[in-house]
């Protein structure tokens, strides 16, 4: 496996120490909005941090890259990667009373690229795969553990037997070992993704479990899973907005419950009847 680049903003800190004193000052002003470089030409750049242009030159190829427009793109990159770092804009909103409805309107861009793309049938087989399996795992690191948390949370209510992957202090070789092909396994993959996570994801394929795996738009096309759904998260600010992925484990959700039969309204029931003799919930 190549070794990964490291980022934009790791070789500039790296190259801190052994700068002059004119290109370290070049330094700590990219440094305080380091995702505005990708749209900077390098004489605005020098004006902006009253540098020469000679300056901008001798930096960046300190750094290592042959040209500024090769850092910009080294920045461009570090930026669809998912750095919040590197979406933050140098300057608050003129109308920061619109900035709200901006980040709903590009949620209902979102929601309506779902509501186009994602499947009916797909997520119902997803359903009663998991409701037959005799095991559902679902598995999701950084922030795609919160919403695997809320689907094994939500599915508990008919599916008995699940299990929720990292679990505190755990490795996961033990997991992983324990899938079979009757189970059904629930794959998160949203960005930031982890550097290990393809291999992960190809060691659970190969226990021949039917999978689901959730990404953003980001993620390569995968053939190998048995469904790949896409969620949109393109947000204005720097962070990423979830609410198609929440969207996505609600509605999978509930379909699990209505669709779990008898079976499951027996869960329920005894759920319900347990809630109030342990006088658990107001």
């Known amino acids: ?47 902006l941090a009253h540098v020469s242009n000679s300056t901008v030159t001798r930096f960046i190829k300190k750094l290592g890259y042959r040209s500024f427009e090769e850092a910009r793109q080294h920045v461009r990159d570090n930026r669809e990667d998912g750095a919040a770092l590197l979406r933050v804009e140098g300057q608050e909103p003129t109308y920061p009373d619109n900035a709200l409805q901006r980040h709903l309107n590009q949620a209902v861009k979102n929601i309506e690229y779902a509501s186009q793309h994602l499947s009916i049938e797909e997520l119902d087989q ?25 689907l094994n949370w939500q599915i508990l209510q008919a599916v008995e037997n699940t299990t929720l992957l990292p679990r505190a202090g755990e490795t996961l070789a033990e997991s992983i070992a324990s899938i079979s092909p009757e189970d059904c396994v629930i794959f998160f993959g949203l960005k930031r993704r982890t550097s290990d996570l393809d291999n992960l994801l190809s060691q659970v394929i190969s226990r021949g479990a039917k999978n689901l795996y959730i990404t953003d738009e980001s ?39 209505e669709l779990s039969g008898p079976a499951g309204r027996s869960r329920l029931t005894s759920i319900e009847t347990l809630h109030e003799l342990l006088d658990e919930l107001q």
């Open 1 to 47: 496996m190549s070794k990964r680049k490291p980022s934009f903003v790791t070789l500039v800190k790296a190259a801190l120490p052994d700068l002059h004193p004119t290109e370290r000052r070049l330094a700590e002003f990219i440094l305080n909005f380091p995702g505005e470089l990708a749209s900077y030409t390098a004489t605005e750049l020098a004006g």
């Open 126 to 150: 997803v359903a009663q795969t998991m409701l037959s399996a005799r095991k559902v795992w679902i598995i999701g690191f950084r922030s795609s553990h919160a919403f695997a948390s809320y």
């Open 219 to 257: 993620a390569a096309t995968n053939n190998n899973v048995t469904w790949h759904m896409v969620c949109r998260t393109a947000a204005p600010g720097p962070l990423f907005n979830h609410v198609t992925v929440l969207s996505l484990c609600h509605f999978l959700a509930t379909r699990v419950i």
